[in-house]
């Protein structure tokens, strides 16, 4: 069967705005499924989360920068005897060869006073800046609650 090229152009475009770019890459990183949790009307503040691989030299992600939050850090949790300690932290350390997982309880990026609620199904964008690498534009994709990943 002969589809019209105009039918099949469309389709095209069609597939390419529902298929998801979970990974971006900049000389050897690859962030793959970057993602964050919805907020509610009033929440100032939200986690994002992402792996981050390095097949290139040594680097270190020195920041992150966003238009939906007045800041963005990289955070740590970790346990301080009994008790789970979150705080600011310098550049992340990304060995070669090695995978860096931001997710909930540990390494994240922490978004300060975010100027609008985060709803499921948005895209937020973000800048991520590798000491070597440079910088590398994602898409944060905001994912319903209970969203395994």
Partial sequence: ???PKHLLAASMVVLSICARADNFSVGGITVANPHARPTVEGQANAGAFMTLSNQGVPDRLLGVT???AASAELHEMRMDGSVMRMRAMGPL???TGQTVEL???AYHVMLLGLTAPLQPGQHLPMTLRFEK???LDIDVVI????VAR
């Fill in 93 to 95: 350390e990304l060995p």
């Fill in 143 to 146: 994912e319903a609650s209970g």
């Fill in 1 to 3: 069967m002969k589809y």
């Fill in 103 to 105: 997710r909930p309880g």
């Fill in 133 to 135: 690498a440079g910088k």
């Fill in 66 to 68: 966003t238009p939906a």
